[in-house]
């Protein structure tokens, strides 16, 4: 099985569970020709670079998935056929283009996990020096009953 990455955009016209429906069933698509989705990002509406179908405005999604090329014709086949869906694109992603995106995804991790660690470690430092006053003020009174 390959890896498969695909963008929609769609109608911008339509709400949002209609957006989530679209994007539910291209989910079931892909399912159920033997693929598995990996990832569904949702971009939101963006400007268009040109005018498609007369609209200037699109809401983007990503899938990532797995699956065979029978499984990529009939995702685009019901894209085609879907009238919420004006643009589609599917590329398969090569060995290295993907351990670059699990590289970074994992690098992003690490980073977010060391950001939270040194603001706990400052949220400490902050609450230590208090403490410490407040140990001070406490230890004259002791010594002068």
């Known amino acids: 099985m390959m890896n498969y990455e695909s963008i929609i955009i769609l109608n911008p016209t339509i709400d949002e569970a209609e957006s989530e429906k679209v994007s539910q069933r291209m989910q079931e698509v892909i399912a159920s020709n033997g693929g598995e989705v990996q990832k569904v990002e949702k971009w939101g509406k963006r400007k268009l670079a040109y005018t498609v179908h007369k609209h200037k405005k699109g809401e983007y999604v990503l899938f990532q998935f797995t699956g065979e090329a029978a499984t990529v014709a009939e995702l685009e086949r019901n894209y085609r056929l879907t009238d919420a869906v004006i643009k589609f694109m599917t590329v398969r992603l090569e060995k290295e283009a993907l351990a670059a995106q699990q590289a970074a995804a994992l690098a992003a991790e690490a980073r977010a ?33």
């Open 113 to 145: 996990a060391a950001e939270a660690e040194a603001a706990e470690a400052a949220a400490n430092a902050e609450a230590a020096p208090e403490a410490e006053e407040e140990a001070e003020e406490e230890s004259p009174e002791a010594s002068e009953e």
